[in-house]
């Protein structure tokens, strides 16, 4: 008998399946909006052009591959925490941020969760958006952390289910952790107002709640990256401590080179060196050390103003191109095709993914006759979506609400 006679299959992962059944269409006018990756007009992945002059400056420096410290290129780290908490951020002022260079987003998670798992003496359990990233129940659970929901979007609406979230954050068991998507709520498309995060900062203090942000979209969602960091910036205006992931996978198109950060802010310098020492011990038995390419690429990109301003124009290149794509897809809806329906959600929710309101068996009628692929619970990437396919897709759609 062998080893692993005993190992059962494990479901497979959702969106992959996505990617595999558009693979096996043969049909031409097939579209995948599965993927969560940027496209360009053509449907193509999209390499920055800032990322290309930053890997020129790397080939010609001729750089060494020796082993980065165990939380990374501090020349990246220092930069990406600026961008994040603003140049005038006071804990970046006065040194307390503790940060550490990640394997990415996901890496940040789990490194913050693996961190809090360990040292947050309060709780260990941490509130997710309902629903949110697939990935993030597995990566708090094996960290060590309890996962519970708070409610986050309503059906019917297809938006905010604010009076829910409140109610859920209010019940939350004191000094909770609670996740919260800086900017462009992924699955959902759907984020706060200011006045909303304002209101959501204020309870956190009231129940003593820890805030994590997530923040893998920084301008990804509407352009500008300052205004993206909106909620964290208040929250760390307003006072509290918080643990935030970074991901340059969408900002900088760096998806493959895993660069992201972790970081938590702390309340003095020797407050920090302690925090740091921990994490590190966190980090080193489980990487060692972060890899060194792409934190050069986005540590030469954000130091460079040259190249800090080409790049801030092409991330706002691709979050307009996704915005046109909603105006278009909402005006061919509407207007051109006078699809049953409300549809303004579309132009309303921000960054790569829109939840259309499809519902499992439309989503699935779309794949059999029309070769237009999603995730069941009718979410698309809307990069997926270019001049060449924009109004087919709307045509399939029309014709899968009838
Ligand atoms: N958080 C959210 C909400 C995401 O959507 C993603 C990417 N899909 C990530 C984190 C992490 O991505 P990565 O590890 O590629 O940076």
Same mark, same amino acid.
């Not at 993927?35 to 790397?58: T, W």
């Not at 954000?302 to 979050?319: C, F, I």
């Not at 996704?322 to 329906?341: A, N, V």
């Given at each position: 008998l062998s080893t692993w006679s005993a190992v059962p299959a494990g479901p497979p992962d959702p969106i992959l399946g996505v990617t595999e059944a558009f693979k096996a269409d043969k049909d031409p006018r097939k579209i995948n909006l599965g993927v969560g990756a940027y496209r360009d007009e053509n449907g193509k992945p999209y390499v920055l052009p800032s990322v290309l002059k930053a890997e020129e400056i790397i080939t010609a420096s001729k750089a060494d591959k020796e082993y980065l410290p165990i939380t990374g290129l501090a020349d990246f780290t220092k930069l990406a925490a600026k961008l994040a908490y603003g140049a005038d951020s006071a804990p970046l002022q006065e040194g307390r941020i503790s940060s550490t260079q990640s394997i990415s987003g996901t890496g940040a998670l789990r490194i913050g969760g693996a961190f809090l798992a360990r040292h947050y003496p309060h709780s260990k359990t941490i509130f997710l958006p309902?629903?949110?990233?697939?990935?993030h129940t597995p990566v708090f659970r094996d960290s060590g952390l309890e996962v519970k929901g708070y409610r986050y979007f309503d059906k019917k609406t297809v938006g905010l289910d604010f009076a829910g979230l409140k109610e859920d954050l209010r019940n939350a068991p004191e000094k909770s952790i609670v996740l919260l998507?800086?900017?462009?709520?992924?699955?959902?498309?759907v984020d706060p107002t200011p006045e909303q995060w304002a209101e959501i900062s204020d309870i956190c203090k009231e129940r003593g709640l820890f805030p994590f942000f997530d923040m893998a979209y920084q301008g990804f969602a509407s352009g500008n990256t300052a205004r993206d960091a909106f909620a964290l910036r208040h929250f760390v205006k307003e006072g509290h401590q918080v643990a935030l992931a970074q991901s340059f996978a969408k900002n900088m198109g760096l998806y493959g080179e895993r660069v992201g950060l972790f970081s938590l802010t702390t309340s003095s310098p020797e407050e920090k060196a302690r925090v740091d020492s921990q994490v590190k011990i966190i980090v080193r038995p489980m990487y060692s050390n972060p890899p060194i390419h792409g934190a050069r690429i986005a540590g030469t990109i954000l130091g460079s103003p040259e190249l800090y301003t080409q790049w801030e124009s092409e991330v706002a290149g691709m979050a307009n191109r996704i915005i046109s794509m909603r105006d278009k897809l909402y005006d061919t809806l &509407?207007?051109?095709?006078? &699809?049953?329906?409300?549809?303004r959600h579309i132009k309303s929710q921000i960054g790569?993914?829109?939840?259309?309101?499809?519902t499992p068996p439309q989503t699935k009628a779309l794949a059999e006759k029309a070769h237009i692929y999603m995730t069941g619970d009718g979410r698309i990437s809307m990069a997926g979506l270019n001049g060449g396919n924009i109004v087919y897709f709307a045509e399939g759609v029309n014709a899968a609400v009838r």
């Amino acid at each position: 008998l062998s080893t692993w006679s005993a190992v059962p299959a494990g479901p497979p992962d959702p969106i992959l399946g996505v990617t595999e059944a558009f693979k096996a269409d043969k049909d031409p006018r097939k579209i995948n909006l599965g993927v969560g990756a940027y496209r360009d007009e053509n449907g193509k992945p999209y390499v920055l052009p800032s990322v290309l002059k930053a890997e020129e400056i790397i080939t010609a420096s001729k750089a060494d591959k020796e082993y980065l410290p165990i939380t990374g290129l501090a020349d990246f780290t220092k930069l990406a925490a600026k961008l994040a908490y603003g140049a005038d951020s006071a804990p970046l002022q006065e040194g307390r941020i503790s940060s550490t260079q990640s394997i990415s987003g996901t890496g940040a998670l789990r490194i913050g969760g693996a961190f809090l798992a360990r040292h947050y003496p309060h709780s260990k359990t941490i509130f997710l958006p309902v629903p949110s990233w697939g990935n993030h129940t597995p990566v708090f659970r094996d960290s060590g952390l309890e996962v519970k929901g708070y409610r986050y979007f309503d059906k019917k609406t297809v938006g905010l289910d604010f009076a829910g979230l409140k109610e859920d954050l209010r019940n939350a068991p004191e000094k909770s952790i609670v996740l919260l998507h800086a900017c462009a709520h992924n699955p959902t498309g759907v984020d706060p107002t200011p006045e909303q995060w304002a209101e959501i900062s204020d309870i956190c203090k009231e129940r003593g709640l820890f805030p994590f942000f997530d923040m893998a979209y920084q301008g990804f969602a509407s352009g500008n990256t300052a205004r993206d960091a909106f909620a964290l910036r208040h929250f760390v205006k307003e006072g509290h401590q918080v643990a935030l992931a970074q991901s340059f996978a969408k900002n900088m198109g760096l998806y493959g080179e895993r660069v992201g950060l972790f970081s938590l802010t702390t309340s003095s310098p020797e407050e920090k060196a302690r925090v740091d020492s921990q994490v590190k011990i966190i980090v080193r038995p489980m990487y060692s050390n972060p890899p060194i390419h792409g934190a050069r690429i986005a540590g030469t990109i954000l130091g460079s103003p040259e190249l800090y301003t080409q790049w801030e124009s092409e991330v706002a290149g691709m979050a307009n191109r996704i915005i046109s794509m909603r105006d278009k897809l909402y005006d061919t809806l &509407t207007h051109d095709l006078k &699809t049953p329906g409300e549809w303004r959600h579309i132009k309303s929710q921000i960054g790569m993914f829109s939840f259309t309101g499809l519902t499992p068996p439309q989503t699935k009628a779309l794949a059999e006759k029309a070769h237009i692929y999603m995730t069941g619970d009718g979410r698309i990437s809307m990069a997926g979506l270019n001049g060449g396919n924009i109004v087919y897709f709307a045509e399939g759609v029309n014709a899968a609400v009838r």
